[in-house]
């Protein structure tokens, strides 16, 4: 069965620092590695996917994140945090089934952005 | 106009009250899930379609039943609603056979409230 697990449950950054948020899954199977991202009051935007070939992925709003395969960890960074990245931000790992995907998440990060 | 709508956006009921949760969605998706979120739990899947005649139960199924009515619709019920029914949830959909990224498109949510 999938699993994802975030092991931080908020994390606060001064704004210019840059941002690791951790992301550790169980899938035995090739894993489909999805970021997303809840504003406040808002529904959920993907930031990047990873499916298979290059480990290091970029994605929108100079996100990007690393698959290491031996740690089943995939990493979202940003070099440097901006206020308007506070959000919650959740890792989600997805399998293929016949039929379509089936994609579980985990619990979340909220990132605080201090001045 | 959301490719996936919700209606309705927030809904205040009482314990044992049936409670129907709908969706359409514009993208021409075979694919449609419904989710609920709970602070600090993230997003748990509760059923997901794969097609018009094709329904599977996610993670947490029980208390919940839903019907897909044509390809764009796909509601969610709550046959008796009890407290701690009370979340946020969102309809999503991927993509159809040979055309899908796995990433899940989002509606903007309903707040739901049992008392």
């Known amino acids: 069965a999938q699993s994802v697990t975030q092991p931080d449950i908020h994390i606060t950054v001064s704004e210019g620092a840059s941002l690791e948020l951790r992301c550790n899954y169980s899938?035995?199977?090739?894993?489909?590695l999805f970021w997303y991202v809840q504003s406040p009051g808002q529904g959920l935007q993907l930031l990047l996917k990873?499916?298979?070939?290059?480990?290091l992925v970029q994605g929108i709003k100079g996100f990007e994140a690393e698959f290491k395969r031996s740690q089943s960890s995939f990493n979202l960074r940003k070099p440097s945090v901006h206020w308007s990245d506070a959000a919650e931000y959740f890792c989600?790992?997805?399998?293929?089934?016949?039929?379509?995907?089936?994609?579980?998440f985990g619990a979340g990060t909220r990132l605080f952005v201090k001045a | 106009d959301a490719d996936v709508t919700q209606t309705p956006r927030n809904r205040i009921t009482k314990t044992g009250k049936r409670i129907m949760l709908e969706c359409s969605q514009t993208?021409?998706?075979?694919?449609m899930y419904w989710y609920r979120q709970d602070p600090g739990l993230g997003l748990r899947l509760i059923y997901y379609?794969?097609?018009?005649?094709?329904?599977n139960k996610g993670e947490i199924s029980d208390g919940y039943s839903v019907s897909r009515q044509a390809q764009a619709k796909f509601s969610l019920s709550l046959e008796s609603a009890i407290p701690n029914q009370t979340a946020l949830y969102f309809c999503?959909?991927?993509?159809?056979?040979?055309?899908?990224?796995?990433?899940?498109?989002f509606g903007e949510g309903s707040r739901l409230t049992v008392l």
């Open positions: 989600a790992v997805g399998s293929l089934l016949t039929g379509g995907f089936k994609t579980i």
């Open positions: 899938y035995g199977a090739t894993p489909y």
């Open positions: 990873y499916f298979s070939g290059d480990t």
């Open positions: 993208k021409g998706h075979d694919r």
């Open positions: 379609s794969f097609d018009v005649k094709d329904i």
């Open positions: 999503a959909t991927t993509g159809t056979s040979g055309r899908d990224t796995g990433e899940l498109f």
